[in-house]
């Protein structure tokens, strides 16, 4: 359920050659993260690269020693890893390239626990975008508007469809791969973007040639 791509789009900006990916359905290592302020801790890490647990406390509005105690959980998890030194800064990084934290079907507790990290990330992303919205909805910057999308679509798939149709919405920012490594290939006037898509059936309804449930 869920799944963050790429160092450029969410896994934190890391060395592709040499971070590995993280694939894991572990109801242990998915329940590291399903907690919101860890998942904002994570964000932070991945939009600043690197960042110590001061810099964190900063942006989330918490304790230094409180986001340290949800930084040992995370490192222990092994979502994230200590940076180099510098100085007496002790920053931490993205241990991977890429996570993908999509839950094994058999196992409910890998469900239960990839389906709350994914609903602690639908809000962080929904309450960024609200906030991009509300600061931006003024007309400030007309060029772009054309390229900001709330798109909602209803329609029938099977499941294996809408997986299929998950697989392409994962691979929609491919193209723009390497120019966060890279600044050379970024065009000029380009900004650094955000992409956040759900994807879901609605299974409050019954499937096509079912009955109604009995109420």
Same mark, same amino acid.
């Given at each position: 359920m869920t799944e963050e791509r790429d160092a450029e789009g969410?896994?934190?900006?890391?060395?592709?050659? *040499?971070?590995? @990916?993280?694939?894991?359905? =572990?109801?242990?290592?998915?329940?590291?993260?399903?907690?919101?302020?860890?998942?904002?801790?994570?964000?932070?890490? =991945?939009?600043?690269?690197?960042?110590?647990?001061?810099?964190?406390?900063?942006? !989330?509005?918490?304790?230094?020693?409180?986001?340290?105690?949800?930084?040992?959980?995370?490192?222990?998890?092994?979502?994230? !890893?200590?940076?180099? @030194?510098?100085?007496? *800064?002790?920053?931490?990084? *993205?241990?991977?390239?890429?996570? =993908?934290?999509?839950? =094994?079907? %058999?196992?409910?507790? *890998?469900?239960?626990?990839?389906?709350?990290?994914? @609903?602690?990330? !639908?809000?962080?992303?929904? %309450?960024?975008?609200i906030r991009f919205l509300q600061a931006h909805g003024n007309g400030r910057l007309p060029e772009w508007v054309n390229g900001v999308t709330v798109n909602i679509s209803t329609f029938w798939a099977t499941p294996e469809e809408l997986a299929e149709v998950a697989d392409e919405i994962a691979h929609i920012a491919d193209r723009f791969r390497g120019r966060h490594d890279d600044p050379s290939q970024r065009p000029a006037g380009s900004h650094k973007s955000h992409f956040f898509a759900t994807l879901n059936p609605d299974l409050d309804e019954p499937a096509t040639g079912q009955a109604p449930a009995a109420g």
């Open positions: 969410g896994a934190g900006p890391v060395d592709e050659e *040499s971070a590995p @990916a993280l694939r894991s359905s =572990d109801p242990a290592v998915l329940r590291a993260l399903a907690h919101p302020l860890r998942v904002e801790i994570l964000a932070v890490i =991945d939009e600043l690269e690197e960042a110590t647990a001061t810099q964190i406390a900063e942006r !989330v509005g918490e304790s230094p020693s409180n986001c340290s105690f949800h930084l040992r959980t995370l490192e222990k998890a092994g979502f994230i !890893v200590r940076a180099e @030194a510098k100085g007496t *800064s002790k920053p931490w990084k *993205s241990a991977h390239r890429s996570r =993908d934290l999509r839950p =094994d079907p %058999d196992d409910i507790e *890998s469900v239960r626990s990839s389906s709350t990290i994914g @609903a602690l990330y !639908v809000q962080h992303e929904a %309450d960024r975008m």
